[in-house]
């Protein structure tokens, strides 16, 4: 069963720092291209950050570009995100996503959320 398991999320007052981690089981992070989305209250969820397990290629949200920093510890099994210089309007609930292929069959997988509140 696959499972990924947020944490690091709270409240953080502006300009701070924090990273969220995202540790799988039941999957191997190197194989999946591995995602960070957010959605705040009243809008969709969207992409911030993904890296691709096999190459390591990452993508980022553009308007949060600069300011955070997608990785993997393969043998922790375990995604993160770095995010600095925190705002307001990072305010949301952050989920970590996998997707990929297995036994040629497509999957994709999210976590229950951590919460993220930036407010002084």
């Known amino acids: 069963q696959v499972q990924l398991a947020e944490s690091g999320g709270g409240l953080m007052q502006p300009g701070r720092s924090l990273r969220l981690s995202c540790a799988a089981s039941g999957l191997m992070i190197n194989n999946a291209a591995m995602s960070w989305f957010r959605q705040a209250p009243g809008k969709e969820r969207e992409l911030v950050a993904r890296?691709?397990?096999?190459?390591?290629?990452?993508d980022y949200n553009d308007s949060m570009k600069g300011r955070v920093t997608i990785s993997t510890d393969n043998v922790k099994n375990t995604v993160y995100l770095q995010m600095n210089s925190l705002k307001p309007e990072d305010t949301a609930v952050y989920y970590c996503?996998?997707?990929?292929?297995?036994?040629?069959?497509?999957?994709?997988?999210w976590g229950q959320g951590t919460q993220v509140t930036v407010s002084a």
């Open positions: 890296i691709l397990g096999n190459s390591g290629s990452t």
């Open positions: 996503n996998a997707k990929g292929y297995q036994w040629g069959e497509p999957y994709e997988y």
